[in-house]
């Protein structure tokens, strides 16, 4: 065996004919394996991953000529020092490539290999856990210098469409929830009926991707997590992987339309028997109508309907609506492989203590809090000093003990007179936080301010407004709701309004990159302006100690009235202060 290191993946049509050879012969060939997804990767993530791809060579006894025997694509950081698969953040399934009888010998070839180059990190995630690489590794583990950790990575769901419950005498499928499903699916085909379609070449993907990109990172937002397609990135892999695999048949961008409206897509794909449930999304203003779990029992209907499909792979991830439908699984590994017997037991310990952990929601919640309260620590010290983050640390400290909070409590007078022609307020909805998503998606604070302004939406306790420029970008974001009952967390406590007319405006956000521009300003005379003229009053708040803040409401119209004091000694609070009541003119007063 010669084996043969290459720091990128060449466009090179002999190679890419081996390598669908080699894909075919392996036990469970998979989309995830090929020459056209390891391209993509490359393509999409050159900024960040330096493939590594080791092709394994064997002569044949009569010949001279050499053929391609395996292929481990790989990928290093930039130092070189932590070795990954190339497609491991995009594949369901990854691998070497080779045939039984030669892959402890190729396995061995490259973790040596790894080894020689100084790799004291090596991480294989997605590992099928019946594939003849994991013993291979286990063998070789050792003898390469390394020391090796397996877990479980994930359960991924399959459905054998051989095994699928049929109605005696008739051959329809039995799903789940049918009458559910029959009456999800009258209600979203009023207008026409619901049907699929698919799009499996680049020219007919390239007009569904935006729409298929915006409702995704919409229903990411809306369960509190941002989508991978905000990252341009991934989209660019998308585009690039539907160019490739469009060109060989196995792209299906799935869609379900009534008429011409589209309701849930699913990004999949159909590799030889099998059909990817790879990345699907739905319009979050229907799911009252289960759209995602509507177009899973379609795609399984018209799979079952199709002699060349034996399987319909849901991929990654647990969810509830796809163990509905899944009657085996395929499990994938986590492996590890480390030159330091020290981060190998660190490994180990880290890994039994988040099972503890997940084992009780309370313990583990405390843990989060507490890892997220380091990392701040850390990021704190990184940017300003190692003072900084000491200070911080000892204001925190300090105030679990004992604090004092003051807030001031501003109504607007109308005195302002900030003119902006090319701004303007704009409700905001789960379509305008998921273009935002896409103008910030290097900001993590106002990542995590969309997050909160999503579940905000979905609570429809608030209305939300963003502050859009002439290009319709949002520049700012501000809240509005009742005063009347209003939580200040600043207080830890509700609030009583001066009167029942009055509206708090709060969670006012201008992102990182649009400051110094007096969007602020602007922002809250025009919430106020808009406030006024429904016959409300408009009021604000804030900390005391925020002068930025204070002397900004000055300036936009916005006169302190009152304040309120919050004390608090170890687990006691107590507050200060009341919000005026309207005078109550007595009859006397009228006579006179």
Known sequence: MRLVLLKGIPDDPVLRQEWDALVESVEHPQVFFTYEWALAVQRAYSSTLLPLIFLAYDRHDAAEDEH?????????????AYVSFLCATTGDYCDFLSSRASKPAFVGAVLAELRKMAVKNVT???????????????????????????????????????????????????????????????????????RLDHARTWKTVSPILPQFRQSHIARFLITGRISNLARPERILFLEELAKLLGERGWLALTRMMSGSKSFAWNYGFQFRETWFWYQPTFDSDLEKYSPGFCLLAKVIEEAADDQTLTVVDLGLGAEEYKERFANQSRK????????????HVREILRYRASEVARASPKVESILRALAARLEKLEHLAAREGALAAVRWLARKARQTIFSRTEVFFYEWDGSAANTAPDLHLEPLDLDRLATATLHYVDDDQTLSYLLRAAGRLREGKAVGFGLLDGYGKIVHFTWATPFEGFFLSELNAPVKAPAADCVMLFDSWTPISQRSHGYYGIAMEQMARRIQEQGKKPWIFSAANNLASVYGLQRTGFQRRYSVVRRKLLGWQTINGDAPRPRTVQPAELLS
């Open 68 to 80: 391609l025997s395996g292929v481990a694509a790989l990928a290093s950081d930039a130092g070189g």
């Open 124 to 194: 294989l995630t997605n590992l099928p856990a019946d594939s003849t690489t994991v013993s291979a590794l286990r063998k070789n583990a050792r003898y390469s210098g390394y020391h090796l950790f397996a877990r479980t990575a994930y359960v991924c769901a399959q459905v054998s469409l051989a095994n699928l419950e049929r109605r005696p005498g008739e051959n329809k499928l039995v799903l789940p929830r049918k009458k559910m499903l029959r009456r999800f699916l009258n209600a979203m085909g009023r207008e026409a009926p619901v």
């Open 332 to 343: 994938t590994l986590y492996i590890t492989l480390k030159s330091s017997a020290f981060q």
